[in-house]
């Protein structure tokens, strides 16, 4: 079941980081670096963030995680993640499909690790196309991926 949450409790702002942390480690190892960004965000920063979450919810347990901005029908997806208990179960699939139907956009944004075989084919399997490469000051190398609205 996927829900809209409520960052702004510190209940579910806990919730959240605690799938981002075991998510992220996963895919810390995956990228081969012990420096990864998205680890040492807090439950506070998630509290105080003017983002939107949705979760996939699975026996009451929250399972995944997307995080999206909408400003000027631009889409932005700064996070997607899985807890590795619920991982191969097509739930970010299900995730990128609800987040892609439900809002009106023009087009959708998304950046993640070169080496994020996975999460570059997943989105791939969304119509998302690369469109930029580059290395940020941490030195992982990234790439950006954009699909159209079909309206």
């Known amino acids: 079941m996927i829900n809209k949450l409520d960052n702004l409790n510190e209940e579910v702002a806990n919730q959240i980081f605690t799938v981002f942390q075991n998510s992220y480690k996963i895919e810390a ?18 509290e105080n963030s003017k983002t939107l979450f949705y979760g996939f919810s699975e026996n009451e347990c929250l399972a995944a995680v997307i995080e999206i901005v909408l400003e000027n029908k631009q889409l932005d997806i700064n996070s997607l993640t899985v807890d590795p208990n619920y991982f191969r179960k097509g739930i970010a699939n299900k995730l990128i499909t609800y987040i892609l139907d439900k809002f009106y956009f023009s087009e959708a944004i998304v ?8 999460a570059i084919n ?30």
């Not at 190892?29 to 998630?46: E, V």
């Not at 399997?125 to 079909?150: C, D, N, Q, Y």
């Open 29 to 46: 190892q995956l990228i081969g670096t012990l420096n990864f960004p998205p680890l040492l965000r807090s439950a506070k920063d998630i």
């Open 111 to 118: 950046e993640t690790a070169v080496v994020n075989t996975p």
């Open 122 to 151: 997943l989105y791939k399997k969304h119509g998302f196309v690369e469109f930029k490469r580059w290395i940020p000051s941490h030195g992982i190398e990234k790439l950006a991926m954009s699909v159209k609205a079909t309206l």
